[in-house]
């Protein structure tokens, strides 16, 4: 079966600092997969996407950066956080091709003080 | 207009009662419809995916997907307190890899 990890689970960073964040699935090849970010009280913000290694889509303009170095391994960074970037980080997967549905891991709890 | 509407509620309602949720959308080219049960501080979990319209069957769940008028239901029977949590639901066109989400419902069951 297929199973997703995020790590770490959370994160206290000081503004200015670096960040990386980094997901791996298990249990399939070639997947799709995708980092949201969940404000409190809000909906969830897809901020990007991978359909294979070293492809990836931007959806929101922004601080943050994404890389697939591996095929199912998932990073997400920041060279400078801001305050503006503290929320719930979500990294999610779908079986190759379109897929017709996401599953999601734990997610990264990232507070920016 | 958002894209996927959906009341944020909160939902609260005694042990044993149907909780009735619902979302509405704009896009008619929507094929693939799912809900998500989200705990506190935890990710999204897929509880149903239904593929077009009509009516799909998942033990205490129901749901149901009318795309003539563009809403998409889930009903929980026989509510639990450990069905507390936030329902989010999602949808997406057939050719397309992105989901489009409700803000989700937030829900409590009173024991």
């Known amino acids: 079966s297929q199973t997703i990890h995020q790590w770490p689970a959370t994160l206290v960073q000081p503004v200015g600092s670096p960040l990386s964040l980094e997901c791996t699935v298990e249990?399939?090849?070639?997947?799709?997969l995708y980092w949201y970010r969940q404000a409190a009280g809000r909906g969830l913000q897809l901020l990007f996407y991978?359909?294979?290694?070293?492809?990836i889509s931007s959806e929101v303009p922004q601080n943050l950066s994404a890389s697939r170095p591996q095929d199912r391994q998932f990073i997400l960074s920041s060279k400078k956080l801001l305050l503006s970037d503290s929320g719930f980080y979500l990294c999610?997967?779908?079986?190759?091709?379109?897929?017709?549905?996401?599953?999601f891991g734990p997610g990264t709890r990232l507070l920016v003080l | 207009q958002k894209e996927v509407e959906q009341d944020p509620g909160p939902l609260s309602v005694p042990e044993g009662a149907i909780v009735s949720l619902n979302c509405t959308y704009s896009?008619?080219?929507?094929?693939?419809f799912m809900w998500y049960r989200q705990y506190s501080r935890k990710g999204p979990e897929l509880l149903m995916y239904?593929?077009?319209?009509g009516n799909k069957e998942d033990g205490r769940f129901t749901a149901q997907v009318d795309k003539s008028s563009k809403y998409i239901s889930l009903f929980i029977r026989d509510s639990q307190p450990s069905d507390s949590a936030t329902y989010l639901c999602?949808?997406?066109?057939?050719?397309?890899?992105?989901?489009?989400f409700g803000a989700g419902t937030t829900v409590t069951v009173r024991a």
């Open positions: 999610a997967w779908t079986p190759g091709d379109i897929g017709e549905t996401q599953y």
């Open positions: 249990g399939t090849s070639n997947p799709n």
């Open positions: 991978s359909v294979g290694i070293g492809q």
């Open positions: 896009n008619s080219a929507f094929q693939y």
């Open positions: 239904t593929y077009s319209s």
């Open positions: 999602a949808m997406k066109p057939g050719n397309d890899y992105k989901l489009s």
